[in-house]
């Protein structure tokens, strides 16, 4: 790691707390059907997949969400809520040892399979949390799957990333908690942890 002039972060359970399950769940509820089926609609649709690799807009989302669940009279808001509910809290001294990277001379990123609706609300919380606006803030730039179209583990979001940031692999490190993630990133090169609850990133990166 003494080479390490790049750092890419996941988002979700490396900067910011998540409960995936707790969308589906909330949906559920709303809908009063068994959390089963609406596990089994979700996923055999792709929703995730639809959404996060930019097939569907916002607004096509929602529209998706009341077709697919056949509630056709719910608000923006409330299918916003229900996708949000498992984007949880964002430890503040994760956000302090952002920053203290970034003072040393590290250049940071950020590497998300996310949606636009989650990334709104990821900044809403940041600012309730730090008084930090936007993500944008933190990072040199954020590379978002559903705006480049790919999600990962597939090996070309990681080659976009290195080519678009002008990265040398052996000089970048990359946080993620989803292993699959990981392994395909050091396929390209590129140095790896492993991020696993209980542990933080703030441990993993102690040294730096």
Not at 115 to 135: A, D, F, P, Q, W
Not at 167 to 176: G, I, K, M, V
Request: aromatic content about 8%; proline content about 3%; charged content about 25%.
């Amino acid at each position: 790691m003494k080479h390490i002039k790049n750092i890419i972060f996941d988002l979700g359970d490396v900067i910011i707390n998540i409960d995936v399950p707790l969308a589906a769940q909330s949906f559920a509820s709303l809908t009063q059907k068994p959390l089963n089926e609406i596990q089994g609609l979700i996923h055999q649709n792709e929703v995730f997949k639809k959404f996060e690799t930019g097939q569907l807009s916002a607004v096509q989302f929602r529209d998706y969400i009341r077709e697919l669940l056949q509630q056709h009279t719910w608000s923006d808001e409330t299918i916003d809520q229900a996708w949000n509910s498992l984007l949880l809290d964002i430890p503040p001294q994760r956000i302090q040892k952002l920053q203290e990277l970034a003072q040393k001379g590290y250049r940071l990123f950020l590497l998300s399979n996310t949606s636009s609706i989650h990334v709104e609300e990821v900044n809403r919380i940041l600012y309730r949390t730090v008084g930090i606006e936007k993500l944008d803030s933190l990072f040199e730039k954020l590379f978002l799957s559903y705006e480049m179209g790919i999600m990962k583990p597939t090996p070309d979001i990681y080659e976009e990333v290195l080519a678009q940031a002008r990265l040398a692999a052996h000089e970048t490190l990359f946080l993620d908690d989803n292993a699959d993630n990981i392994k395909a990133a050091a396929t390209c090169g590129i140095q790896t942890i492993h991020v696993q609850k209980p542990v933080s990133m703030i441990e993993y990166l102690r040294d730096f």
